[in-house]
Nanobody
Framework: QVQLVESGGGLVQAGDSRRLSCAVS????????LGWFRQAPGKEREFVAV??????????DYADSVRGRFTISRDTAKNMVYLQMNSLNSEDTAVYYC?????????????????WGQGTQVTVSS
């Protein structure tokens, strides 16, 4: 129903910035919730950021570990969602996944999302 394709990952130096992109296609709705999750080596998948349309504005939220450094945004006209990552450090090394679900609810829980991209690797070198 919804297809997601991430891009923009790669090898970066600590302190650098990187912008990830997620192309969204398929049967999307105005209430769709789009999130970013990541999974580091040896760790469980964790929530990173989320964005949704609240009726009159976009609502966004972040994991404490990335708050103030990462910014999630959306371009509906281009069917894209982005994750701007600043001040990257080795703890940010992970496979980053774009995820989507039809509407609001359990925004930080990965299992609540119905659709997932293939992931894009971000490696931060110290």
């Amino acid at each position: 129903q919804v297809q997601l394709v991430e891009s923009g990952g790669g090898l970066v130096q600590a302190g650098d910035s990187r912008r990830l992109s997620c192309a969204v296609s398929g049967r999307t709705t105005s209430t769709i919730v789009l999130g970013w999750f990541r999974q580091a080596p040896g760790k469980e998948r964790e929530f990173v950021a989320v964005i949704r349309w609240s009726g009159d504005a976009y609502y966004v939220d972040y994991a404490d570990s990335v708050r103030g450094r990462f910014t999630i945004s959306r371009d509906t006209a281009k069917n894209m969602v982005y994750l701007q990552m600043n001040s990257l450090n080795s703890e940010d090394t992970a496979v980053y996944y774009c995820a989507a679900k039809p509407n609001r609810g359990s925004l930080r829980i990965g299992n609540a999302y119905d659709y997932w991209g293939q992931g894009t690797q971000v490696t931060v070198s110290s």
